[in-house]
């Protein structure tokens, strides 16, 4: 990966993930987070790597970087076989997807645009997840305790 200058940078997280704050607050560093208003659509021709990394750049575009800030923003697609798992809309969609998972292997990709002034630089990193068979009652504690 090319190096990218952040000294004397404010850095923005163009995100209001809990776990985004959570990574950049276990890396130490100081941040300021803005909600960026953007519709998660994307072409369907694109691969779910590609869709991660159209999604990050179409976020990196809703903010207007000053001359000092470092712009991060990033999206994580989940796929099985190509095929995109959207984020549940409700409860019963996360029982269907969690059901859809279980016992199989699947991708999780994250795609990060960094952006200064004066640069942009885009990259991924794919994770494997194999779930456990996961029993009926173990999906509906997960689906109604912790809002996946």
């Known amino acids: 990966m090319e190096e990218f200058n ?6 923005i997280l163009g995100s209001q993930s809990p776990r985004r704050k959570e990574l950049l607050n276990a890396m130490g ?6 909600k960026l208003n953007v519709e998660e659509s994307y072409p369907q021709s694109l691969s779910p790597i590609q869709t991660a990394l159209f999604l990050s750049r179409k976020k990196s575009k ?3 970087v000053s001359h000092n800030e470092l712009l991060i923003c990033a999206d994580t697609i989940v796929y099985q076989k190509n095929n995109i798992f959207e984020k549940p809309k409700s409860k019963k969609e996360a ?7 279980s ?11 960094l952006k200064t002034k004066e640069e942009e630089l885009s990259f991924y990193e794919r994770s494997i997840v194999k779930f ?5 009652l173990e999906i509906l504690f997960y689906v109604n305790n912790y809002n996946p």
């Open 103 to 113: 016992n199989k292997q699947h991708y999780v990709v994250t795609g990060v645009t």
């Open 95 to 101: 029982v269907q997807m969690l059901t859809e998972i």
């Open 132 to 136: 456990k068979k996961l029993s009926k």
């Open 62 to 64: 809703a903010y207007k």
């Open 29 to 34: 560093l100081k941040f300021k987070v803005k």
């Open 6 to 11: 952040i000294n004397n940078k404010q850095i």
